[in-house]
């Protein structure tokens, strides 16, 4: 026990000793905030620009068609109803479809061309919202169900790769194909299709 005590004082020392040496703590990180809107492309996947800018892209070209126009004059100036459905991820890459959906929705929203109603999974929670409040809700503010309003058009799409490489580059070839489609008679009414390629290099000390 002596010996222990005796001992204690110098493992205490040593130990601030070492913390105190430089380059014996293990240093964080290096962060800084950027812009959300800004492009940063690290290592030449697909990323949230990309998202951004194809899905505005695509949306513009699909409000700019003549099914819009038909579709305005065929039902006397109504504007149509689209939802957005499944977008495949076909890449050799994981990528979030979330929110490449949710910025072609902001997109479609805010371009004020046609009306957007909830995908499926939003449509179950509202559902179920109105089952409770059938049960819990005064009568002057129940909301009834059948008065849901009936898409008149689908999106949907894929997202494909292509990677070529070769010693110390690489590119990355993206290809978003996007279908828009009448609901009443499965109709492809507009074909959009963005395409990005990125090369990648990367020196012979990279890992």
Known sequence: ????????????????????????????????????????????????????????????????????????????????????????NLSHEHINTRTFISDMEKALINSGEVDFVASGAERRDIRQERRDMDVNASDST??????????????QGTINTIIDAVAGQHVRYYQVDLTLIDMANNRKVWLGQKKIKKAVARDSFSL
Not at 43 to 61: F, K, P, Y
Not at 142 to 155: N, S, V, W
């Open 142 to 155: 129940r909301k009834e169900a059948g008065q849901e309003i009936a898409a008149d058009f689908m999106l």
């Open 1 to 88: 026990m002596k010996k222990m005590s005796q001992l204690l004082p110098l493992v205490m020392l040593s130990s601030a000793i070492i913390l105190s040496t430089p380059g014996c703590l293990k240093k964080g990180p290096a962060v800084s905030r950027v812009s959300a809107e800004s492009t940063t492309d690290l290592s030449g996947a697909w990323n949230d620009t990309d998202s951004r800018l194809v899905a505005t892209e695509m949306i513009q070209d699909v409000i700019s068609r003549p099914w819009l126009r038909r579709f305005s004059r065929d039902n006397k100036g109504k504007v149509p109803t689209v939802i957005i459905g499944r977008v495949r």
